[in-house]
């Protein structure tokens, strides 16, 4: 038993002390790397989710301004400008 104590106690533990410290470190880095991963996906995710939404307001933007026009262009009795506006609409 004071063989083994003194074994791990000496060279041998200190060797198995530097061994499981440069593990701990390999694995602590490792990680870190996993952590910074993850965290750089959700960053693209997130701006991506940001540009999708950037589009849709553009579009329901564009589709609001339409629809006014055409509202206006009833109001107004102009049935050729109404006309022009849905042949453009259906053609796009």
Same mark, same amino acid.
């Given at each position: 038993?004071?063989?083994?104590? !003194?074994?791990?106690?000496?060279?041998?533990? *200190? %060797?198995?002390? %530097? $061994? %499981? !410290?440069? #593990? /701990?470190? =390999?694995?602590?880095?490792? =990680?870190?790397?996993? &952590? *910074? +991963? *993850? $965290? &750089?996906?959700?960053?693209?995710?997130?701006?991506?989710?940001?540009?999708?939404?950037? #589009?849709? +307001? +553009? %579009?329901?933007?564009?589709?609001?301004? $339409?629809?006014?026009?055409?509202? @206006?262009?009833? +109001?107004? /009795?102009?049935? $050729? /400008?109404? !006309? @022009?506006?849905?042949? !453009?609409?259906? @053609? *796009?």
């Amino acid at each position: 038993m004071t063989e083994l104590l !003194s074994l791990l106690l000496g060279p041998l533990g *200190k %060797v198995l002390g %530097v $061994a %499981v !410290s440069l #593990g /701990g470190l =390999y694995l602590w880095g490792k =990680y870190q790397k996993s &952590q *910074k +991963e *993850k $965290a &750089q996906a959700k960053a693209e995710g997130l701006q991506a989710q940001v540009e999708i939404q950037a #589009g849709r +307001e +553009e %579009v329901q933007h564009e589709t609001a301004q $339409a629809v006014e026009e055409t509202r @206006d262009r009833v +109001e107004a /009795g102009d049935a $050729a /400008g109404v !006309s @022009d506006a849905f042949n !453009s609409l259906r @053609d *796009k």
